[in-house]
């Protein structure tokens, strides 16, 4: 297992970040590599980015330094989205298969937890997401089909986009975690624009479903002091609380998002006038 432990930055620091000294903090590189679990604990609401890609033998999640507990879950909930071939999670003893675009969820206090692949050859890639929680919610599969959907955004502003809601108060209890799925139409390549912030919650994205020659240009920072990224498929972003998180690819493409904070209203947002951006 490898942790990567990111720290929090004022948003009067980060005017003065260069291109490198931006990616650094803010972006996750590498989320999945083959056999391997990878962590990145930020200091954002506590929340954790993780990745696995189990290939011959299931691979555990056990308890780095950085949480400090003996196990991973002892005051933490959890959320897992299968993004590659078939595979299952082993939770408490009981096994759960996940196709591409399933989700568990899997609350506070679940002691043992194991991914697995069922083809070597086309491995599952579990990203996963865990905040700390308060009190066990029981663990959850869900299926697209069983998540909220949204249909969001106009062909004419190049954003019409699929949400899914899965770990949502009218879909799946948690204590502070939300997560979903947001799909671009072909010919859409705008997400979250017009842009906003909510102070009360931090944010993480995971881009997918991008070809190899193709990249996102994400958008942060303050509205009115923007920087980008550029992302590859499979890359991860850490979006702070006071920060805009907006992104326009090369092509259509999917993404995970996920949050924590003090509420888990999906629509409690200060919204951003494009012609306010800076």
Request: include cysteine.
């Amino acid at each position: 297992m490898k942790v990567d432990v990111r720290h929090a930055s004022h948003p009067e620091a980060v005017r003065g970040y260069d291109t490198d000294t931006l990616r650094h903090h803010f972006l996750v590189e590498s989320v999945f590599e083959g056999g391997e679990i990878r962590l990145t604990y930020s200091h954002y609401d506590r929340m954790v980015i993780g990745g696995a890609m189990p290939l011959g033998s299931a691979l555990e999640l056990t308890a780095p330094k950085a949480i400090g507990q003996d196990t991973f879950l002892a005051e933490r909930e959890l959320a897992a989205l299968n993004i590659g071939g078939a595979g299952r999670m082993v939770v408490g003893g009981k096994a759960y298969d996940l196709a591409k675009y399933d989700c568990l969820y899997v609350g506070k206090g679940t002691i043992d937890i194991f991914f697995e692949s069922d083809d070597v050859n086309n491995p599952a890639k579990f990203y996963f997401v865990s905040t700390p929680a308060h009190q066990s919610h029981p663990t959850v599969l869900l299926t697209r089909e069983q998540a909220r959907h949204l249909t969001l955004g106009e062909a004419t502003t190049a954003n019409k986009r699929s949400i899914y809601q899965f770990i949502h108060p009218e879909v799946c209890q948690s204590c502070q975690l939300t997560m979903g799925l947001t799909i671009l139409e072909p010919g859409s390549i705008w997400n979250t624009m017009p842009s906003h912030i909510h102070d009360r919650r931090m944010e993480a994205y995971l881009y997918f479903d991008l070809d190899a020659d193709q990249r996102v240009f994400h958008f942060m920072g303050e509205p009115q002091e923007t920087r980008h990224m550029l992302l590859a498929n499979e890359q991860a972003i850490i979006s702070p609380p006071w920060s805009i998180h907006s992104g326009a690819g090369t092509k259509n493409y999917s993404f995970i998002w996920a949050m924590a904070g003090d509420n888990k209203s999906f629509t409690d947002m200060d919204h951003i006038a494009i012609a306010d951006l800076r």
